[in-house]
């Protein structure tokens, strides 16, 4: 499974792109708020650090408006990802950036059959929000294993990328149904490294290495 870090965050990035942890980033336009930077430039300094792709979303709302906004994005640099709404104006912004070449993120997805839509319309990347349906008690997880299965049923090549991804357990739980790619924010990937077995037993080792006096430089 992929990383993408869900984060304008220069910084937060670069830091785990030098761990080689990073196959691209997305935004939304609350992350390019969050963030205090111009779009356009933020985003252009992602694309420069990273060589995956960067998801930089429009913020119109009707296709013609959307398919302009697109290709201002994408003539940033060649690995950004436009990303529209999954709204009927979206899916036609979708089939013409796809259709001209370039990447399309389809996001705020959340039911199987806006994901169907999005794999006909030709998307490179579908975004069903996990942490958004389980806000709402029902279970985000179930939706990637539906889309999933229906992308493998009939060979889909659109790339399932889950997000609003809130936990390390969603992580784990997204790799373990074969999501293609999960999208989370730079905390819930540092927090994969956390187990509280391996706090216990390092203070164990610590201690033990001290009574010992072991020395190794
Ligand atoms: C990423 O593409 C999404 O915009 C993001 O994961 C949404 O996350 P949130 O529900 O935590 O805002």
Same mark, same amino acid.
């Given at each position: 499974?992929?990383?993408?870090v869900?984060?304008?965050?220069?910084?937060?990035?670069?830091?785990?792109?030098?761990l080689?942890?990073?196959?691209?980033?997305?935004?939304n336009?609350?992350?390019?708020?969050?963030?205090?930077?111009?779009?356009?430039?933020?985003?252009?300094?992602?694309?420069?650090?990273?060589?995956?792709?960067?998801?930089?979303?429009?913020?119109?709302l009707?296709?013609?408006?959307?398919?302009?906004?697109?290709?201002?994005?994408?003539?940033?640099?060649?690995?950004?990802?436009?990303?529209? !709404?999954?709204?009927?104006?979206?899916?036609? $912004?979708?089939?013409? /950036? +796809? @259709?001209?070449g370039?990447?399309?993120? #389809?996001?705020?997805?959340f039911?199987?059959?806006?994901?169907?839509l999005?794999?006909?319309a030709?998307?490179t990347?579908?975004?069903?929000?996990?942490?958004?349906?389980?806000d709402?008690?029902?279970?985000?997880?179930?939706?990637?294993?539906?889309?999933?299965?229906?992308?493998?049923?009939?060979?889909?090549?659109?790339?399932?990328?889950?997000?609003s991804?809130?936990?390390?357990n969603?992580?784990?739980e997204?790799?373990?149904i074969?999501?293609d790619?999960?999208?989370? !924010?730079?905390g819930?990937?540092?927090?994969? $490294?956390?187990?509280? /077995? +391996? @706090?216990?037993?390092?203070?164990q080792? #610590?201690?033990?290495?001290?009574?010992?006096?072991?020395?190794?430089?």
């Amino acid at each position: 499974m992929k990383f993408f870090v869900d984060t304008a965050e220069i910084d937060a990035i670069a830091e785990l792109n030098d761990l080689g942890m990073v196959d691209g980033v997305t935004t939304n336009p609350s992350l390019i708020k969050k963030s205090g930077r111009d779009i356009l430039e933020v985003t252009k300094e992602i694309c420069d650090l990273v060589d995956g792709p960067v998801s930089a979303e429009v913020v119109a709302l009707k296709a013609e408006d959307m398919i302009a906004e697109g290709r201002k994005l994408a003539e940033i640099a060649e690995n950004i990802a436009v990303k529209v !709404p999954l709204t009927w104006d979206g899916l036609k $912004a979708c089939k013409v /950036l +796809t @259709d001209e070449g370039k990447m399309v993120n #389809v996001t705020l997805c959340f039911s199987a059959n806006q994901a169907l839509l999005a794999a006909k319309a030709g998307a490179t990347f579908i975004s069903p929000f996990i942490g958004r349906l389980d806000d709402l008690n029902m279970d985000g997880l179930d939706l990637i294993a539906d889309i999933r299965e229906i992308y493998d049923n009939y060979g889909f090549e659109t790339n399932i990328l889950a997000a609003s991804i809130r936990t390390a357990n969603h992580m784990s739980e997204c790799a373990k149904i074969g999501a293609d790619v999960a999208t989370a !924010p730079p905390g819930v990937i540092k927090a994969m $490294a956390n187990h509280i /077995l +391996t @706090d216990k037993g390092l203070d164990q080792f #610590v201690k033990d290495a001290a009574a010992a006096k072991i020395k190794i430089l």
